[in-house]
């Protein structure tokens, strides 16, 4: 199974921006680098993984997930999730990916156990795995293996 992972990133200095009560943009920039490294660290030591793709309108994002070893696509026009993804997705189907898993850049304690425990759910594909946030009320990732 050929298996890119997908990272979606909004701009560091804005993202979390219920935190900006208690945090200035420096720091809430300086937290958001912490979790996109942390997160591409994670999914870039994982064999499964053939590459990593982050996808961003932030410049420094993109820099800094290139320097960690990510590939990477600029986020063209309005910021829209599912615009980014699709757009994601093309890129990483050129290359002839089968497989795409699309995981935040702000989840502090993912490990690459867990990645593990949800690729070893697509063993047969077609499958769609996903991952649903404490509260049941959002996606944390979404593995799809068509």
Do not use: C
């Not at 680098?33 to 660290?41: A, M, P, S």
């Not at 960690?68 to 600029?74: D, E, H």
């Amino acid at each position: 199974m050929s298996l890119w992972a997908i990272v979606p990133v909004k701009p560091l200095r804005r993202s979390k921006s219920r935190l900006a009560e208690v945090l200035t943009p420096e720091e809430r920039n300086a937290l958001n680098r912490g979790l996109l490294e942390n997160t591409i660290k994670t999914l870039i030591d994982i064999p499964e993984i053939a590459h990593v793709l982050v996808v961003s309108r932030d410049h420094a994002a993109l820099a800094l997930a290139r320097s960690l070893g990510a590939r990477t696509v600029q986020e063209n026009g309005a910021p829209q999730l599912n615009v980014a993804l699709s757009r994601a997705t093309v890129i990483a189907k050129t290359y002839a990916t089968q497989s795409v898993l699309v995981l935040p850049a702000d989840l502090p304690l993912i490990t690459p156990e867990d990645v593990q425990v949800m690729l070893s759910r697509a063993f047969d594909p077609p499958v769609v795995v996903v991952a649903p946030d404490h509260n049941q009320k959002g996606t944390n990732a979404l593995l799809l293996s068509p």
